[in-house]
């Protein structure tokens, strides 16, 4: 089963505005990733949060953790049109394997120009 | 310098037959991942290698999938008699180390299989 799991499914919004996204996990974790992937193939790496953190900052992400209600969100400010992908959370299990990164279904982002 | 790359881009075959993966790391990453996505699904973690340590093979879902790597390098993700469950996109990510989950991974472009 998913460990993550995004919310909305899709967002719409227009060019310029903020975008949230969240994420929710089921266990224990060492750190969680963010990922963006256009038209459903690649995956680029946007950021890291350890689970000692709680914020984090890159550019225009910023990047919430909070371990006690087991949940994450993505900020990205001024969206802009080239930002359209899907974002996926990736969580990597305390006490397992901790390359095994366990991504949730993604939430599909559309910035209208 | 160079991604990781993957081929085919897109692999149609007929339900039954069996195909192979490849997947090229990022030169000089020790570690590499197989994933798989489904439509509309997140990505399921299939096999991860590790130098020339003995390869995580949790996440093969059946029996019919297997993968290696030659040479520390190159690897081949091979499904026998496939099954139209099987189409999804492949992908095949890399990093530096591995171990850690505070090591990125690098993903390549994938390979859309469909198996009709």
């Known amino acids: 089963s998913q460990q993550g799991e995004e919310d909305p499914q899709a967002l719409s919004i227009q060019e310029g505005e903020n975008a949230t996204m969240n994420c929710s996990y089921k266990?224990?974790?060492?750190?969680l990733q963010w990922y963006r992937q256009n038209s459903g193939r690649g995956l680029v790496h946007l950021i890291l949060i350890r689970s000692n953190e709680r914020e984090k900052h890159s550019g225009r992400l910023r990047v919430t953790l909070d371990t006690s209600k087991k949940s994450s969100s993505l900020l990205i400010t001024a969206s802009r049109a080239a930002d359209t992908a899907s974002y996926f959370c990736a969580t990597d299990r305390s006490g397992g394997s901790n390359y095994k990164l366990t991504f949730g279904k993604g939430t599909l982002l559309t910035v209208n120009p | 310098g160079a991604g990781v790359s993957q081929s085919p881009s897109n692999k149609v075959t007929e339900k039954g037959k069996d195909v192979e993966l490849r997947c090229d790391p990022i030169?000089?990453?020790?570690?590499l991942y197989w994933y798989r996505q489904s439509l509309g699904q997140g990505l399921e973690f299939l096999i991860y290698f590790q130098g020339n340590s003995a390869p995580d093979k949790s996440g093969l879902p059946s029996d019919r999938f297997s993968a290696e790597r030659t040479g520390g390098s190159v690897s081949t993700l091979t499904i026998q008699r496939t099954q139209q469950e099987d189409s999804a996109v492949y992908l095949c990510?890399?990093?530096?180390?591995?171990?850690?989950?505070?090591?990125?991974?690098?993903f390549g472009p994938g390979t859309r299989l469909t198996v009709l």
């Open positions: 030169s000089g990453h020790t570690a």
């Open positions: 990510a890399s990093s530096l180390a591995g171990g850690q989950g505070t090591d990125t991974q690098y």
């Open positions: 266990t224990s974790i060492n750190n």
